[in-house]
């Protein structure tokens, strides 16, 4: 039985690069393309950006929050050593980290969020300004002079008094 396994398993060893050469000609590339912007939509971007923050900041904030955990457990003189957060001798008890880590994924988690919604409303800010600078750019809005203010109402009351005497006509 084990002689058999092991012979079909050189077989297919022997097999999978033979039929892997011959299914690629040569003016193919194996390489796959790298992505662009718009293939995956913002949300999923924003949520990929916040989840890669909040597990990056996870050992930082653990080894913080274990290192203020001890400091004060050592100044309250509930312990008479500084507990060392690598020592796993006479560091913590079970629940003293479960509670360590409960503390530093929720304080992660909080700074992810807080990179989420500051980016969030930086985006918003920018596309606030690029819709209004396009509105400026497309209304060409340009000051006007006191005499031009003047001419333009001396103009458009000319024309409403016309308008006028057409309709008593």
């Keep these: 039985m084990m002689k058999r396994f092991f012979f079909m398993l050189v077989l297919l060893s022997l097999y999978a690069p033979l039929h892997s050469e011959s299914t690629n000609s040569e003016n193919e590339s194996t390489e796959p393309a790298p992505y662009t912007m718009e293939e995956f939509p913002q949300w999923s971007r924003d949520l990929r950006r916040s989840e890669i923050v909040t597990l990056g900041s996870l050992p930082f904030v653990a080894l913080s929050v274990s290192?203020?955990?001890?400091?004060?457990?050592?100044?309250?003189?509930?312990?008479?050593?500084?507990?060392?957060?690598?020592?796993?001798?006479?560091?913590?008890?079970?629940?003293?980290?479960?509670?360590?880590?409960?503390?530093?994924?929720?304080?992660?988690?909080?700074?992810?969020?807080?990179?989420?919604?500051?980016?969030?409303?930086?985006?918003?800010?920018?596309?606030?300004?690029?819709?209004?600078?396009?509105?400026?750019?497309?209304?060409?809005?340009?000051?006007?002079?006191?005499?031009?203010?003047?001419?333009?109402?001396r103009k458009s009351q000319q024309k409403r008094g016309q308008e006028k005497e057409k309709t008593k006509q």
């Design 67 to 153: 290192t203020a955990y001890s400091s004060y457990m050592y100044f309250s003189g509930e312990k008479n050593t500084f507990p060392n957060p690598f020592n796993q001798d006479d560091s913590y008890s079970n629940r003293e980290i479960f509670t360590i880590v409960g503390v530093s994924a929720g304080i992660s988690a909080a700074v992810g969020l807080t990179d989420f919604f500051i980016s969030y409303m930086k985006r918003k800010k920018a596309e606030q300004e690029r819709m209004l600078q396009q509105a400026q750019d497309e209304e060409k809005i340009r000051p006007i002079s006191p005499e031009e203010a003047g001419e333009l109402l």
